[in-house]
């Protein structure tokens, strides 16, 4: 495949700096939190910085191709190589994982969770930053692997040791189930190198290439089961509907800030996965599971929804709403339509923003009201109208309205499945028309029920008359009350929208006005990759 | 036949000077740490160990000129008729054990003397047990295998007893001893009917004649059962692994250290020697038997070990589990795809494993300084008062778990790439197993993070641990090896293909 390799030491510097942010701060005492806190900010805008030129070197004329390419051996033996570099789809994702780490830094600025120790936290998120930027642009199966992995224990600490009551369960739900997907998808990488002679051809290695070139030439038999391991790995990562376990917990008791990385950036290595290795390395399998991979979307989408209709904890709706979200994502995916995929992948960045969006707000009403039950929360705006507002708004964008950004994730998503791979002369065949238009509907009826849950929830937390228990007299939270009860726990300070947050916030909302009324921004890049991608199906 | 006997003039063998340079200057510092112990007084006790520590550093030298004398790849050097060769695959082994060997004096530095438990004669009898895993590499007779694997484990039974008061390394001690001879008597039956069915104790010459016949004898099968179980009490598979959790928890922690790497890895070696060289032929015996040892290895120590509370003996279980992951390779190291992979796989995995669990053990002897425990709940706030040596923690643990970037993932991949080299139905289902035990063994691994990253201290007592030098340079040495191995594994991965073993498949 032609690469461009101009400029490539810059995908290198992007992905790793960080480390060097580590380090330096390794050296600071721990007792220096505002240098502590700075260097790490300063070292995601440093990171950003460099993300932001290689968007303005990336040739967008040629968003098909790997730009910035690099491919130098790595692990001779194994034939392992360090082979990166960066296309329309991985260029989204790739600079929102430095955005959004960026600003979950800038609103840790003075919300370090408990239990503190804000040297420790701050390294974890770049940790974090360096595995997820590199998932993005590895182009070797064991480098995606390697990197894929390394998000692992940032996470596993983050919420374990910031997280909520139950944390240590949850930590634990989430790390097993991860590690369960990945050993299988390691297990199937393995297998997929073996059986397209990747280690006794003389030009045989693990780049993506080698793949792309000759695993679609692998019996269908064994590609299925191939493409099962992968599946798994991936699939519990997105997650899917019956591996979808571990986010409500996850979610619910990671910190403010574990849930909107989780939300916004680390569920999509699943789907990344699904897009970059899954489909294009094993088409002929992809096209067996993919009724089966719709199935389960759209499950997962009515799945979702009714769940969040039950939930009493505004954070756990949240995070089912994610589950019925990447059941749209899903769904593109699975019709294996340029048009599918690249509503995926918009998805992605479109639930990446809104849903890390109302993950602040959870966090913030959280830190105001000391709770995130739905029914002791009334009256937001008339207590906070700029959060109230915002959450109002976020909403809207959450549930698909026109004009904002999640839109443009869904409805393509639903549309594609009216139309899914289908036609004569497919070379691995197509699938079934009745199936997808089935669960075109049943997908639609996902987003009557989206706005249900949605605007109830706006409904009973924002409307109304603020609870009388957060009523807190002025007077007397400042004098008497507070001389009172100094280290009262339950103390209720309730203020609008602060300085930090306005900071953190105002990028992801212009980014869901800018998205949803300009979407041509994102498919521009996206689908000349996808449509290169998918080329190998035969498709329109 | 006297006569013959005494007619023929005895010629004495030309011995390679050179080639045999390690276990010469481990000979000679044995003797010389034995004497010189007897002239330094109480005071001076930290020369014992810093010369046992020089010695094996001096030792590795020969290795290196070896290494690059540029004679050994390709034309191995053979001594006394083939029975001791040094070849690729020998010279990275012994290095590993010299190596081994110095972190353990590292480790025991501060321990043993604190302890004014003999000194001197812990280390001669340290430096005896590496000399017998160093000798073990080299071995390719069964005569020679024989007498490493003695030279190596008699020691191993004395210092498994060293805390002579206390009544649980009394017990390791016996234990250890108990089995590991009958261990012995097992393997010397089975290495006897061999003997008896190749008329010969070379390991090739053994190849050779089970090839010979077109296809195995009884006598051979039972040979060769009886030989690997000899070896799977060593490396404590399962169901031979009875006394290694006991052992590990009686035995003074750096020894306990010893046991769980380079007792396993020399056994691992001599398992090894005779798949690859005795029983290339005998695939179909050894095969089926190691796939079910493996199975049973990494699925009942990873069982067992989920259900422990004192960190010693989780670390035991943990140590019985990785052994099934070394034994996998071998599962399958007869079929023709996978034998280099497979050979790899098991060198790179020792050499992985040895950091890891080397830097896992340097870190329990650091905290246990401080909190005189073994529980895994004494590790609890660990992470408030040494943030230092909790990630160090987390580093080794994530690494025996398989989590990259750590150096337990290419020892993990290079397992399941053998395997998967292998194919076929048995392949690909030791394939599924081991994944599924990978994840049970995260498990017990995320304990001990938890421990020490969510959980308060448990009497409160936050004061920092003091950490001792010889224990620092071997928590930086595996730490940094631990990370590199995980990073850049093509520096390791370079040793352990095929044509370093000498004599491999009859080559």
């Known amino acids: ?540 | 036949m006297l006569t013959t006997l005494f007619a023929s003039d005895f010629v004495s063998p030309k011995v390679d000077y050179h080639a045999i340079a390690p276990e010469l200057i481990l000979a000679a510092g044995i003797c010389l740490v034995l004497m010189v112990d007897l002239f330094v007084s109480e005071q001076r006790r930290w020369i014992t160990s810093t010369l046992a520590g020089l010695v094996l550093l001096v030792a590795t030298l020969p290795i290196v000129t070896l290494a690059t004398s540029g004679h050994v790849s390709g034309h191995p050097r053979s001594l006394f008729d083939g029975r001791y060769v040094i070849d690729n695959f020998s010279l990275v082994l012994k290095a590993l054990f010299l190596l081994i060997g110095y972190v353990v004096v590292l480790l025991s530095t501060g321990e043993i003397e604190e302890g004014n438990a003999y000194p001197g004669e812990y280390y001669v009898l340290l430096l005896s047990s590496i000399a017998g895993m160093v000798m073990m590499c080299s071995a390719r007779d069964l005569v020679s295998v024989f007498i490493a694997l003695e030279f190596l484990s008699i020691p191993s039974y004395m210092l498994a007893a060293w805390r002579k008061r206390d009544s649980k390394s009394n017990e390791a001690g016996v234990k250890y001893y108990l089995l590991g001879v009958f261990a012995s008597a097992v393997m010397l039956y089975g290495m006897s009917l061999l003997y008896g069915a190749a008329k010969t104790t070379l390991l090739s010459g053994i190849g050779a004649q089970i090839t010979a016949t077109g296809r195995l004898a009884g006598v051979e099968v039972l040979g060769i059962v009886f030989v690997i179980v000899g070896f799977g009490f060593k490396i404590s598979a399962v169901p031979f692994h009875t006394w290694a959790p006991d052992t590990y928890e009686g035995a003074p922690t750096p020894i306990t250290a010893f046991f769980s790497v380079a007792s396993k890895a020399a056994g691992f070696v001599a398992l090894i020697l005779m798949v690859y060289i005795a029983f290339p032929q005998a695939r179909d015996v050894y095969q089926p038997f190691i796939w079910v040892l493996a199975v049973l290895t990494m699925s009942i120590g990873n069982l067992l070990a989920l259900r422990q509370t004192n960190i010693v003996r989780m670390l035991a279980y943990s140590s019985v589990s990785q052994g099934g992951f070394i034994l996998m390779p071998l599962a399958v190291a007869g079929t023709k795809d996978a034998a280099g992979s497979s050979l790899r796989a098991i060198m790179v995995y020792l050499v992985i494993y040895a950091a890891t669990n080397l830097g896992a053990w340097a870190v329990i002897i650091a905290v246990a300084r401080k909190t005189r425990s073994g529980e895994i709940t004494s590790l609890g706030g660990l992470f408030g008062y040494a943030p230092g040596l909790t990630v160090l923690m987390t580093f080794f643990l994530a690494s025996l778990a398989g989590i990259p970037p750590l150096g337990g993932w290419y020892a993990k991949f290079g397992v399941f790439r053998a395997v998967l080299d292998a194919g076929g139905g048995w392949g690909y289902t030791l394939a599924v197993i081991a994944a599924v035990n990978t994840v049970i063994a995260t498990a017990y691994y995320i304990t001990v993070m938890r421990e020490m990253w969510m959980k308060p201290a448990p009497d409160g007592d936050v004061t920092p641990v003091r950490i001792p030098p010889s224990l620092q340079a071997a928590l930086a040495i595996t730490g940094i090896a631990t990370v590199v191995f995980g990073v850049l594994p093509g520096i390791i991965s370079r040793y352990g293909s095929l044509t370093d073993l000498a004599g491999a498949f009859g080559h």
């Not at chain 1, 299925?224 to 979610?251: C, E, Q, S, Y």
């Not at chain 1, 937001?380 to 109208?385: E, G, T, V, Y």
């Open chain 1, 1 to 540: 495949m032609n690469t461009l390799t101009s400029n490539n030491w810059i995908l290198s510097l992007g992905t790793f700096l960080p480390i060097a942010g580590v380090i330096v701060m390794m050296f600071i005492p721990k007792q220096e939190e505002a240098l502590i806190k700075g260097v790490a900010i300063l070292t995601a805008a440093a990171t950003l910085v460099v993300g932001i030129v290689t968007l303005c070197l990336f040739k967008y004329n040629h968003a098909d191709l790997q730009q910035f390419a690099v491919s130098t051996s790595w692990i001779k033996p194994i034939r392992a190589t360090y082979t990166i570099g960066l296309d329309g789809i991985s260029l989204p994702l790739y600079i929102l994982s430095m955005v959004i780490t960026l600003l979950v830094m800038i609103y840790s600025w003075n919300h370090v969770p408990e239990p503190g120790n804000p040297k420790a936290f701050f390294a974890l998120m770049l940790v974090l930053q360096v595995g997820m930027a590199g998932t993005f642009i590895a182009q070797d199966l064991i480098l995606f692997f390697v990197f894929f992995e390394v998000v692992l224990l940032p996470m596993y600490f983050m919420i374990g040791v910031w997280g909520g009551e139950n944390r240590q369960y949850a930590s634990l739900k989430f790390f097993l189930y991860t590690m369960f997907g990945s050993a299988l998808m390691l297990v199937s990488f393995i297998a997929l190198f073996i059986v397209t002679k990747g280690n006794t051809d003389p030009n045989g290695s693990f780049a993506f290439t080698w793949f792309e070139a000759h695993g679609s030439g692998i019996a269908t038999n064994t590609a299925v089961w191939i493409f099962a391991g992968m599946f798994i790995g991936f699939a519990v990562k997105v997650p899917m509907f019956p591996f979808h376990t571990w986010l409500p917990d996850a979610h619910t008791q990671a910190p403010t800030q574990g849930s909107v990385i989780l939300a916004a950036i680390l569920l999509k290595l699943g789907t990344y996965g699904f897009v970059r290795i899954a489909l294009p390395f094993l088409p002929q399998a992809a096209v067996k599971w993919a009724p089966f991979i719709g199935l389960l979307a759209v499950i997962g989408i009515i799945y979702g929804a009714l769940g969040c209709l039950a939930q009493t904890d505004m954070k756990r709706l949240i995070a089912f709403s994610s589950v019925a979200h990447m059941g749209f994502v899903m769904l593109g995916i699975a019709t294996l339509t340029p048009l599918g995929v690249n509503a995926a992948i918009f998805g992605m960045v479109a639930h990446g923003l809104i849903t890390g969006m109302l993950f602040f707000i959870a966090g913030s009403v959280k830190d105001r009201y000391h709770t995130l039950e739905i029914r002791r929360l009334t009256g937001l705006l008339k207590q906070m109208p700029k959060l109230g507002w915002i959450l109002g708004f976020c909403a809207m964008a959450s549930l698909g309205l026109p004009s904002l950004a999640g839109f443009w994730g869904e409805f393509p998503a639903i549309l594609s499945a009216y139309n899914p791979l289908h036609g004569e002369g497919l070379p691995f065949g197509g699938l079934s028309l009745p199936a997808f238009r089935t669960y075109m509907v049943v997908a639609a009826i996902g987003t009557v029920l989206a706005a249900g849950y949605l605007l109830w929830l706006y409904q009973r937390t924002a409307f109304g008359e603020p609870n009388p228990e957060f009523v807190v007299d002025t007077h007397l939270a400042h004098s008497a009350g507070a001389a009172a009860n100094p280290h009262d726990d339950e103390h209720v300070d309730i203020h609008d929208v602060g300085i930090y947050e306005w900071i953190a916030w105002t990028p992801l909302l212009v980014g869901i006005v800018v998205l949803g009324v300009y979407p041509q921004l994102l498919f521009k890049v996206t689908d000349p990759a996808v449509t290169h991608l998918l080329g190998v199906f035969g498709g329109k």
